[in-house]
């Protein structure tokens, strides 16, 4: 238990940094060759041992490894430690494809509780907090992650896990929650669902720390304001460690990434050629404390952009921004690359709540975009043509901003279905012809 703000780590300078990076990239490297065959090999083909990789100036030289190949290696084939030394599993929720599995050891997990740890004190948590924590708990990341970073801090934890939103809400009342953590989406219909019952005086929460999946800064707003808190984000992926890989700090500006434990790449997805800081591209990951899980330059898909400008919190570590849409979330109608933050951003600039579904299907050969929205109960209340008139604004800010058509439909309040985890924005029912 402690004071997870770390300045000789979180505000070191970048010349210290990098030498704890070159260090434990060095080791890491000679750990995955000489225990994990399936690196052996990938190394093997490009030609390259572990005396090849003397600095992070060498990363590049390194192959990539992606989600296949964690699927073709599952479960055991990528793991560098002999089982009767790792703790735990956690795991993907594996709807595409064979499930990711991801394996820790003791070591691993305080690691990661660290990680959690720095993101929960970067909200301003201490250990006079109490930490409500309703991601789902189990084989996802969210709830296991956050539960051991808030017992790091010393807070009071609340292990409510996801659903149940009528006990979710009692408790924050009774027990006086003041950090909630959980996805964006959930806030949202948290935020709702405090409202309606009239509650909004009698929570004290003060901070959200909220990820696992994207949401705009509108919805930061929208939520921020709805609760009377503060949001930030925290992003992270199961294969790297769950969340905490990055997180924000007062100046929500984007997410420190914690680079005494991962090193970041921007690469350009089409090519794998590394971008320079402050270019779009490919998030990638090397991981260099871990034991049990160590990936070298792991694709995330995520799309951003990472920053070294100075930060007014004093954390020298890079900051990376909210990913703008994965790679392999980017819808391509009629051409054109749509990413579904796109249509958030428009949604709630024009004053629409984030419940909102997008269907694309195939009709005679050619793609149609259909977006459902939800109006506010103020809205419904209006006369069908103001509610047609709305409709075609819509249509029209989508096609200024996407430069496609889209079919907009409003619909009742409460239409659409709420969700307690990542929430599902995107039907391609193109994928069933
Ligand atoms: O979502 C880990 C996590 C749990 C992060 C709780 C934050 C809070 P996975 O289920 O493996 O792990 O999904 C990882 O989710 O590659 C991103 O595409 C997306 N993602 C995670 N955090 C953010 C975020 C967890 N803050 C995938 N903003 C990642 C946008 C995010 N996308």
Sequence with gaps: MGNYFQPEIECASPEQIRSWQDERLV?????????????????????????????????????????????????????????????????????????????????????WDECCARAIVAAGGTKEDVVHVCYGYGLFTGGPGLNGGSHKVGSLTLPMSSGNTERQIQFMVDLGSTILCCTPSYAAYLAESIHERGLRDKIKLRAGIFGAEAWSEEMRRDIQDKLGIKAYDIYGLTEISGPGVSFECSEQTGMHINEDHFIAEIINPETGEVLPDGEKGELVFTSISKEAFPLLRYRTRDICVLSRKKCSCGRTHVKMSKPMGRSDDMLIIKGVNVFPSQIETVLLNKGYPANYQIVVTRVNNSDKLEVQVEMTPEMFSDSLGEISGREKELVDALKAMLGIYADVHLVAPKTITRSEGKAVRVIDKRKLY
Excluded: W
């Design 27 to 111: 080791k890491t490297v000679r750990h995955v060759y000489q225990n994990v065959p399936y690196y052996r090999s990938l190394m093997e083909k490009k030609g390259i041992t572990p005396e090849d990789i003397r600095s992070v100036d060498d990363l590049h030289k390194l192959p990539f490894l992606t989600k296949d190949d964690l699927r073709d290696a599952y479960p055991y084939g990528l793991l560098a430690m002999p089982l009767s030394d790792c703790v735990r599993i956690q795991s993907t929720s594996g709807t595409t494809g064979r499930r990711v599995v991801a394996f820790y050891t003791q070591h691993d997990i305080d690691l």
